[in-house]
């Protein structure tokens, strides 16, 4: 296992939820984290609450300018780069027979292309220190929820991709790995002005017993997985479930 006190690590949207928890478990352990997210007063207090070890960066990571930025902060920040941890994404919901161009663009936009070209930007930096790119897909490709397409399909093309970058990148030893959260609380839904904080808060409780475990997760329990995963020299390539069990779709009846 790699020592996570020397690495250097970018997370996008840094600034709540996953990415949030994981900056904190890397800044815990000894680790060099560099933060995005285009809100700069949530990045902002992230890193002032973390001191030295975390630097915040705004920008929006559809942007190949803030990209290219947000990579040469982490890699002056942190001497290098160890990790890429792309946490930074939206919930994109639309019913099929009403989807709009527009809608479905944006949705790629974020939540695969702009991780895709940052992980490809990445890669020199990475290569140097035999470093790790982590997605984070979601227990969408496992579970089908109606209305949710557009999300779904943009996680299950992190997915697959993951495999392929992994093979590619695995001979510059750098591991390429997904993560598949079940549900977590988290602004995500909020965000998307899917639901007031009321209604996601029933909708999490609801889905406890769909868990394995009779629970949803916690931002921290993922981040501890991504720590994990850019420790493990010898997985790449992998889709992780940190789910309680959600994908395993159990059944009562
Ligand atoms: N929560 C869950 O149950 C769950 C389950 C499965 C997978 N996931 C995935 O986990 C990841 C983290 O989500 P989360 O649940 O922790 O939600 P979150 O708290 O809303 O975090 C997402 C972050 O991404 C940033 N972001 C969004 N669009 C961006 C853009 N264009 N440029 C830069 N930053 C951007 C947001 O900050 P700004 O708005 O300030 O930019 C926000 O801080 C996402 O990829 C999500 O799909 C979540």
Same mark, same amino acid.
């Given at each position: ?137 979601? =227990?969408?490709? #496992?579970?089908?929820?109606?209305? %949710?397409?557009?999300? +779904?399909?943009?996680? !299950? $093309?992190?997915? @697959? ?26 602004? =995500?839904?909020? #965000?998307?002005?899917?639901?007031? %904080?009321?209604?996601? +808060?029933?909708?999490? !409780? $609801?889905?406890? @017993? ?44």
């Amino acid at each position: 296992m790699r020592d996570v006190n020397t690495m250097s690590v970018l997370i996008t949207g840094g600034g709540s939820g996953i990415g949030e928890a994981t900056a904190r478990q890397f800044a815990a352990r000894g680790a060099r984290v560099t933060i995005s997210g285009r809100r700069q007063e949530k990045i902002d207090a992230v890193a002032r609450s973390l001191g030295p070890a975390c630097r915040a960066i705004a920008g929006d990571i559809t942007n190949q300018h803030h990209r290219e930025a947000m990579l040469q902060a982490a890699v002056e920040h942190g001497g290098g780069l160890d990790a890429l941890i792309n946490c930074a994404g939206n919930m994109y919901r639309q019913a099929v027979g009403e989807y709009t161009d527009e809608f479905l663009r944006e949705a790629f936009e974020t939540n695969v292309i702009a991780p895709m070209m940052l992980s490809s930007m990445a890669v020199t930096e990475l290569a140097k220190r035999q470093g790790a790119i982590t997605f984070i897909g979601s =227990i969408h490709t #496992r579970r089908a929820y109606p209305g %949710a397409t557009p999300y +779904a399909t943009t996680k !299950a $093309a992190v997915e @697959g991709l993951t495999r392929v970058m992994a093979a590619e990148l695995g001979r510059r030893q750098i591991r390429v790995n997904c993560i598949l959260p079940g549900a977590v609380s988290t602004e =995500i839904n909020l #965000r998307a002005g899917l639901f007031t %904080a009321e209604q996601s +808060a029933a909708r999490y !409780a $609801a889905m406890a @017993g769909d868990h394995a475990l009779g629970r949803i997760g916690s931002s921290d329990e993922v981040g501890e997985a991504i720590v994990f995963l850019a420790q493990a020299e010898w997985i790449t390539g992998a889709s992780l479930e940190v789910d309680g069990g959600l994908g395993l779709g159990i059944s009562n009846n």
